[in-house]
């Protein structure tokens, strides 16, 4: 078949004219026009006007595109699980660098309220409760994931791993527990004052 030569804005043009199917064909064909080609298991950040930041968890190809699913955020979305299917979108995603990951994760971490001194139940070993001592640190694991973990144990306690956040537990007592405390030092003051 012999070759035509064209120009970056008439294949573009050509994309927005043409049906789904044919829209498929022609990024099979230029996929360096349209964007990144999306990696599960990599991190990407938008940019623009799709403000988001996420993980990869599987891209799938259909009739109109790509279906995108994801743990992270996009502009209307808060952090979890999701999907996209929007060609703009996904053409608005870049790789993230190891430092853009370590800064959006440890700033979920301290909005979700995990610090030192406060009881959750790990993100990886479900059962296990324990209290973060050191605070949120990011760690690379040996597959190249990222996670959040508390350095201060000895085997790694993780407050995100995944795609999971470690869960906060929260004693229905607390309050009442303080109350009681708060009480108890106001009576010894009182009675610090009456001898």
């Known amino acids: 078949m012999a070759k035509l030569e064209t120009t970056d804005e008439f294949v573009l043009k050509l994309h927005d004219i043409v049906g789904a199917k044919g829209q498929i064909m022609i990024k099979d064909e230029f996929p360096e026009l349209f964007g990144v080609k999306l990696e599960v298991g990599k991190w990407y950040i938008g940019t623009a006007v799709f403000n988001s930041f996420m993980k990869i968890i599987e891209v799938k190809s259909n ?9 992270g955020f996009t502009h209307s979305n808060p952090f979890g699980t999701g999907e996209i299917n929007n060609t703009e979108h996904e ?8 430092e853009e990951i370590e800064s959006m994760l440890l ?11 406060l009881e959750v139940k790990d993100a990886f070993v479900h059962s296990k409760t324990y209290t973060i001592r050191n605070g949120v640190f990011l760690h690379t694991e040996v597959d190249g994931k990222f996670s ?48």
């Open 63 to 71: 009739s109109w595109g790509n279906s995108v699913r994801y743990y």
């Open 91 to 98: 053409k608005s995603l870049r790789l993230a660098t190891p």
């Open 107 to 117: 700033k979920e971490a301290e909005k979700r309220g995990y610090k030192a001194g």
């Open 148 to 195: 959040l973990i508390d350095y201060a144990s000895d085997s790694g306690n993780y407050i995100f791993y995944d795609g999971k956040w470690a869960e906060i537990v929260v004693d229905p007592n607390k309050e009442i527990k303080e109350s009681i405390q708060r009480l108890e030092a106001e009576l010894a003051e009182l009675k610090s004052k009456v001898k």
